[in-house]
């Protein structure tokens, strides 16, 4: 299969087809990578079994790992879902669209495929226009993962994209670099207090502020005990190096490329701006951003790992952002990069 790219230029007169032969192709049963305000998705039909089937071969994703639905309007989320709560619609009027999805129960019209056989779905509004435009065009609820090979660092470009999926997608809407960086916030709705099962781009606190208490996953089970919320696996948006984290100070960071230089051949640096590396032929540096600037780190993060990766190094060298607020976000797919 050939992959087309279909290159936005902001230029309604010039984007307005492209988004219509996108669509063209959803409606028909097809696969079209495309961006949102996070990062790229792999969007299918979300009321089409066959074409929700074709991304997971797609993107090698294991069958009980359920997708998020993408809808254009609050409407949409009526819809498809049941038992929509005041919290439930306080929270989309504080942060939809935006990079908050809510899990829910679901109603019949949503394949079994999107949810993996669950009872409930998990539904977002995304707010880049690009996607906007697209569900609007496809006239139908667009079912999306991140549009990467299972387990790897998700795709904030085009050529990310393609990297990956290459001759296994029908086409790419390409409009740049995504601008969060990070995926959206998942908030399960089905507790009380809602649960947290993912930090994205809206904060925890932001939530808290307009729902109250938001409980994190991990207070809910005992240390052992595996966690039963699916796809949410140790190891994940991990480059082919290995992710070697320390703590957020210069020294540290200084520190620990020292010592990867004595293990790995070529190690890459995730560096804030202004720390220093040490001197050697053998370390790769990502310019990374401002240390305590999440939304320019979160927006870097992932072509970090993947502009490292393709240069080769063994090992990639990256500070560990605090639990909170955006930084949240960043820590966790750090961490998971970084699982063994
Ligand atoms: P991705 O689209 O690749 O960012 O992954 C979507 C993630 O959403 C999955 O890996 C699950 O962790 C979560 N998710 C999707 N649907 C549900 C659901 N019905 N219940 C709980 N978590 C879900
Ligand atoms: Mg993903």
Partial sequence: MLTQRLVLTGDEAHDLPLIQQAAA????????AFPTETVYGLGADALNSEAVRRIFL???RPAWDPLIVHVDEPEAIRRYTRDYSVLTEQLIRAFMPGPLTLVLPKRALISEVVTAGRDTVAIRIPQHPVARALIRHSGTPIAAPSANKFGRPSPTTADHVLHDLNGEIEAVLDAGQTPMGVESTILDMTTQPPTLLRPGGVPKE???AVIG???LL??????NEPLPAPGLSARHYAPKAKVVLCAPEPEQFYDTIRDALERYAFVGAMRPAGWHVPIAPRVRVFEWGDWGDWHTLAHRLFLGLRTLEREQVHAIVCPLPPEEGLARAVRDRLQRAAHE
């Fill in 213 to 215: 208490e938001v409980r």
């Fill in 25 to 32: 192709i959803i409606r028909a049963g097809g696969l079209v």
């Fill in 58 to 60: 797609a993107k090698g």
């Fill in 218 to 223: 991990r207070d809910s089970f005992a240390e």
């Fill in 206 to 208: 932001a939530i808290e």
